[in-house]
């Protein structure tokens, strides 16, 4: 018998046996159970009783990503920049989840820890594979993840090789992560960078920057992207800076990167200006940012446009801050971004000038 049931009157004709051999018609207004929520709740079972998850790709993904296909062996879509923006966005939300997902299995029962994993669903639409996830081995939190492209699951959809412009692996690195399994480790980062404007002496910098010199070693420096989002975006802006100082050139993709710096603020007190470094020509980091986030900028100053390439987000409506900081906002269909070479003055009302010189290493 049906739990969750529905009774319509259709007002039809049914015929009826009566019994005697028969059929006798009668105006039967005919009660048809209909069970409320058993085609979602197939659904669930098949995907591991997340749907409904807040985090699910489904929920809070791009509406209007279309995953690769065989036409992209013609026309890649990876060529569009909001293509390759939103798509790498995605990859970097997949290792915040791979972290939730981590502490789920461990915190949950049995039951609820079984359940399939939310992680992979932000990096399958786009035909990649978890290659390796790299742990903090103090607190055995993930914060990155090497994604490699797929090629089983692209055959699967007629792709028969990578599209153009499409990365073979992804380090993609999560940012500060508010729960009680990572706040610790990933706080002493974010004070390392705002006490030393550097992240060298992290444990986890030199795993994550030995996973894309790997990476670049095998496949070539052109087919790795390093990314990141917040905290994680200082880490891959570092990576990819060093990378390039030895000669190994990568994409880089940073999502909300960290300006604020006491190290840059004592050296504006003591010289009246926050010392650039040499610049590296060849280094060319997709940086971006939003105006009402407050402790983001960008990777620049005297280096001029060399130094690579500003994006920044003029939302239509007043953001608070989380909205403004959030990595949500760079899948989405309405975001506007203005491309700004690093040395010139945004005409807005906060100037991105002031936030770039504020963010050395």
Known sequence: MATWASALRLGRKETVDNGSGEEEEEEEAGIVEIERGSAKRKSNDEKGGAEDHPYDFHVCGPRNLSPPT????????????NYK??????????????????QRHVSAPP???????LAPRWWRPFNYRLTQALIDARDGSIYAAVLEWDRAA????????????????????RGTLLSAA????????????LACESLRTSARFAAAANAAATAA??????????????????????????????????????????????????RRL????????????????????????????????????????????????????????????WWSNDVELQHVPFAST????????????????
């Open 70 to 81: 065989w036409k992209d062996f013609f026309i890649s879509s990876w060529k569009d920049p």
């Open 85 to 102: 923006r939103a798509a790498i966005a995605c990859l970097i939300q997949g290792v915040y989840l791979l972290e939730l997902d981590r």
């Open 111 to 117: 039951a609820a820890a079984a359940t399939a994993d």
């Open 154 to 173: 692209a055959a699967a959809a007629l792709l028969l090789c990578r599209p153009a412009a499409a990365p073979r692996v992804v380090l993609a690195l």
């Open 182 to 193: 990572t706040l610790r480790r990933d706080l002493l980062d974010d004070l390392r960078f």
């Open 217 to 266: 070693a095998t496949h070539g420096g052109t087919a790795v992207c390093v990314a990141g989002h917040s905290l994680g975006a200082a880490f891959a802006l570092q990576i990819s800076k060093s990378l390039a100082r030895d000669g190994v050139h990568v994409d880089c993709h940073v999502f909300n990167p960290p300006a604020i710096s006491l190290a840059a603020a004592w």
């Open 270 to 329: 003591r010289d009246g200006s926050a010392a650039e470094p040499a610049a590296v020509p060849t280094w060319e980091p997709h940086v971006y940012v939003n105006h009402g986030d407050y402790i983001s900028g960008a990777a620049g100053g005297k280096g001029g446009a060399a130094m690579g390439k500003l994006f920044v987000a003029a939302p239509k409506m007043p953001q608070r801050f989380l909205e403004a900081h959030a990595l949500q906002q």
């Open 346 to 361: 945004v005409e807005e009302p906060k100037n991105e000038n002031k936030r770039m010189k504020l963010f050395n290493f």
